[in-house]
């Protein structure tokens, strides 16, 4: 299975922005799939996970902005993201999590510009 992100870009603190996470298979294998993120100099992050059953998980820094949802008939999981501020500045992954198996995507810059 392969993931791959996109919807990544430049935006003005407060604005939004959507971030899909396109899988080249079922994602209904995926226990557990998120978003994680990395910001230069320092280590990767979690920001959000959603289980298969719809249970969220969310990094206090994100809660009440950041929305996690997956559609398991289009194998894409979403990132909607408001209210943006410069220290969401980050490349993002998209990761799912099998019984034996982790696959990542290749990340999406997101800048947030003050």
């Known amino acids: 299975v392969q993931l791959v992100e996109s919807g990544g870009g430049l935006v003005q603190a407060g604005g939004s922005l959507r971030l899909s996470c396109a899988a080249s298979?079922?994602?209904?294998?995926?226990?557990?799939m998120g978003w994680y993120r990395q910001a230069p100099g320092k280590q990767r992050e979690l920001v959000a996970t959603?289980?298969?059953?719809?249970?969220?998980n969310y990094a206090d820094s994100v809660k009440g902005r950041f929305t996690i949802s997956r559609d398991n008939a289009k194998n894409t999981m979403y990132l909607q993201m408001n209210s943006l501020k410069p220290e969401d500045t980050a490349v993002y992954y998209c990761?799912?999590?099998?019984?034996?198996?982790?696959?990542w995507g290749q990340g999406t810059q997101v800048t947030v510009s003050s």
């Open positions: 959603i289980t298969r059953g719809g249970d969220t």
């Open positions: 298979g079922s994602t209904v294998s995926f226990i557990v």
């Open positions: 990761n799912g999590r099998e019984i034996l198996a982790n696959y």
